[in-house]
């Protein structure tokens, strides 16, 4: 077979000897909530069955427990019945007539349960469960080990090619072989070799139960990134004797749940850890799997080209563009949706207990709803005006132009993006360019007409909008102003002023530094201005930095500096809100701790109860908690206190007797949230 003109490497088939993938795509386990019912069966295979036909060449799912106390919530998901080996026929039937294979992720969370009748090697409660675990009698450790080996079974039954064997990120396996949580001393704990064992015996009594043609995948920790966690030398031992007990492919799992290190979020340079994954690989037999902020082609053929790893894990990039495979395939990655590593609809979703989706797709997990409706031509092909091209607009224009009506987009300034625009500005938010990048090719590729420029005013909009059936007002939001006895001073900035001006180069940042407000826009100013050289410069964090930033230290035991203490930043920042609440209220759950460290750590105050008084050219006088009148010294002062909308057109559309729609920020500037303005944007597109 001829080699792929654009990623030769990772349309290179891997043979395994009784089966073969077809390329070195693998779509990483995520869990999507979908797993937990047998009711959602359905809508999950056809998840799966569109990134397979999105030619990805392996599938893992979504965690399954082998047995009841492994679940990871009270409704988890576990695949211990026949019921279960029924429903997931069809499923696994589906995907195996693309081609694609499909494995099933078996995960007992052991004391990342967040029920109470959860269990682990020794009694330490993890920071990340209300409960404390249960000792796991000598007989259960035996059973569970049986019910990996017996859950592993009815996969095959079901259809599946193989398992991942979750032995990394903390859960279960992992408990019992660090030294952390495992404090036993009969035979499953002590020694390395004894803390080995649970492991090696499930892969042993698996592939005994499975036989040889059976995938099996084992998640091993490369890296724990937490206090005691394992050396290099350790976790290679540990790998040589999985190995020998029947592992056919390993993945890399990066840092237990609990570490207080991002690996995952936006912050984290592109494919930062294939490193490591290069380390291991060099010293076994076995094919390995990179894993961790791969959103691209190039990375990911980079990484297989160095001969780092044998494949490549993306979960959430196959949840932002199902089709990511095969436009990489056809060599149009300008064409790939691309996960900009927010979490905000993927893991904030399952750690808020809701159904997982897309922020910047969310046909994702909903695909029986969205697929037909976005493949459906309109019975009546319509001229549709949208005014103002940030995420909302430019949704709005590709769902309108995949329904076949014809679409003018009118963006008042000279380019595309709105609040995403701002955001790409924010160093950690680079990958938010790469939406506007999608959106913009996807509507000149469909035939939309992008003006730029083009302001549509009270004035003009008779005219300009004369010849359109339709208009989508989505003019976004604009920065909230705060009234405040010398808030003319021009030592005050608005966030967009500010950051745009670091950006450019036009502004600099004073040695002191008040912001009024303590939201998300204002954490993301506070690091621009932190990471001012990075803002300046327009580049990413390279993974020297950032693993500076955190103490990430491969050669050290679990390869963190417990020690390290980053420099503090030369520059000081108070941070200002009136009410009472957390730095950054309103961030996600799986990303607000990393931001807020990053910020602590830096040096960064922050002052809540302020009542604000008065900016001087000293600064700004707030009145405390106490009533007592300070003065927080600032050369610099930038309010970051949320928006309002931009939708005074909308009178005049009303007025004029024209057909609109108002979506995302122009309708709700409250809680202005990217994924709420899409997902409007999307409905009300599928509406005309
Ligand atoms: P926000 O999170 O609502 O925060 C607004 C801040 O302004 C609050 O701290 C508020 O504190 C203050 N404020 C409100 N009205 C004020 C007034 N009249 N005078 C002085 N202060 C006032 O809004 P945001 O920071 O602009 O962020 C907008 C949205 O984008 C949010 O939903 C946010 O979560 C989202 N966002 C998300 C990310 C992300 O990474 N996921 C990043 C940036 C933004 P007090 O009312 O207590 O003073
Ligand atoms: Fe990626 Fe954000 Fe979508 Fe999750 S919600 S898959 S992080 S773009």
Not at 197 to 224: C, H, M, Q
Not at 500 to 521: F, H, M, T, V, W
Request: hydrophobic residues 40%; glycine residues 8%; aromatic residues 8%.
């Amino acid at each position: 077979m001829a080699a792929n003109a654009y990623y030769p490497n990772l349309f290179a088939p891997l043979d395994l000897g009784f089966t073969t993938i077809k390329n070195r795509f693998v779509m990483g386990s995520m869990h999507t909530g979908l797993e937990d019912r047998l009711k959602n069966v359905e809508e999950l295979k056809e998840y799966f069955l569109e990134r397979a036909r999105g030619g990805v060449g392996l599938i893992i799912t979504g965690g399954y427990s082998p047995n009841f106390l492994g679940r990871l919530t009270p409704w988890g998901g576990s695949f211990t019945s026949s019921r279960s080996i029924r429903a997931h026929r069809s499923l696994t039937d589906a995907v195996h007539q693309t081609e694609s294979k499909i494995c099933l992720q078996l995960l007992h969370a052991g004391r990342y349960s967040f029920h109470p009748l959860l269990v682990a090697p020794s009694k330490i409660k993890s920071l990340i469960s209300p409960f404390t675990p249960f000792e796991m009698p000598s007989w259960l450790v035996n059973s569970t080990i049986n019910d990996f080996a017996d859950a592993a079974l009815n996969a095959k039954k079901a259809g599946y090619d193989g398992v991942e064997i979750m032995g990394s990120e903390g859960y279960l396996i992992h408990q019992f072989f660090s030294e952390r949580t495992n404090k036993r001393t009969d035979e499953w704990g002590g020694s390395l070799e004894k803390r080995m064992r649970f492991a090696t015996e499930i892969v042993s009594r698996t592939r005994a139960k499975v036989g040889p043609n059976f995938i099996l995948i084992f998640r091993i920790s490369l890296l724990d990134l937490v206090e005691k966690g394992a050396t290099f030398g350790e976790t290679l031992l540990f790998a040589k004797a999985l190995e020998k007990a029947g592992v056919t492919i390993f993945n890399s799992g990066i840092g237990w749940h609990e570490a207080r290190i991002p690996t995952i979020a936006s912050m984290v340079p592109r494919g930062a850890f294939s490193e490591i994954t290069s380390k291991f690989k060099k010293e076994l037999n076995t094919p390995f799997i990179a894993t961790n902020r791969i959103n691209t082609p190039e990375i990911a053929e980079g990484i297989l080209e160095r001969g780092e790893a044998d494949l490549v894990s993306l979960a959430r990039p196959f949840l932002a563009d199902a089709r990511f495979a095969e436009k990489a395939k056809a060599g149009q990655a300008e064409s790939i949706n691309t996960c900009i590593a927010c979490n905000q609809a993927c893991l904030d979703h399952i750690f808020g207990n809701k159904k997982a989706s897309c922020l910047v797709n969310p046909a994702a997990a909903e695909e029986s709803k969205w697929l037909p409706e976005l493949a459906q031509k309109s019975s009546k092909q319509r001229r549709v005006a949208v005014i103002g091209a940030g995420p909302a607009g430019l949704n709005a224009a590709l769902v309108l132009l995949k329904r076949g009506h014809l679409v003018t987009v009118f963006e008042k300034s000279a380019e595309l993006g709105g609040q995403f625009n701002l955001a790409s500005m924010v160093p950690g938010k680079e990958d938010y360019r790469e939406s506007i990048r999608y959106w913009k090719h996807e509507i000149e590729t469909l035939g939309g007409t992008i003006l730029y420029q083009q302001a549509i005013t009270d004035e003009n909009a008779g005219e300009s909008l004369a010849d359109f059936d339709h208009v989508i007002l989505s003019t976004g939001v604009k920065p909230r102003k705060v009234d405040l006895p010398g808030i003319e001073n021009p030592m005050v900035y608005s966030y967009e002023k500010y950051l745009r001006g670091l950006y450019d180069g036009s502004i600099k940042p004073a040695a002191n530094i008040a912001i009024i407000g303590s939201g998300g826009i204002a954490v993301d100013t506070a690091t621009a201005i932190l990471k001012h050289e990075h803002t300046l410069s327009h580049q990413p964090e390279t993974r020297e930095e950032y693993f500076n930033d955190w103490g990430i230290r491969p050669e050290l035991r679990g390869g963190l500096d417990t020690k390290y203490v980053p420099p503090r930043s030369p520059i000081k920042i108070t941070l200002l809100q009136r009410s009472e609440g957390a730095l950054g209220k309103g961030l996600g759950k799986t990303t607000a701790w990393a931001h807020r460290m990053f910020l602590k750590r830096s040096g960064v105050d922050h002052i809540k109860h302020a009542e604000y008084v008065e900016v001087t050219n000293e600064g700004l006088w707030i009145k405390n908690k106490q009533g007592e009148l300070k003065l927080i010294p600032a050369a610099q002062v930038i309010t970051c206190a949320g928006q309002v909308s931009e939708n005074a057109l909308a009178l005049s559309l009303q007025k004029n007797g024209k057909s609109f729609s108002i979506v995302g920020g122009a309708k709700l500037a409250g809680e202005l949230d990217a994924k709420r303005s899409i997902r409007e944007a999307w409905e009300a597109a599928i509406q005309i």
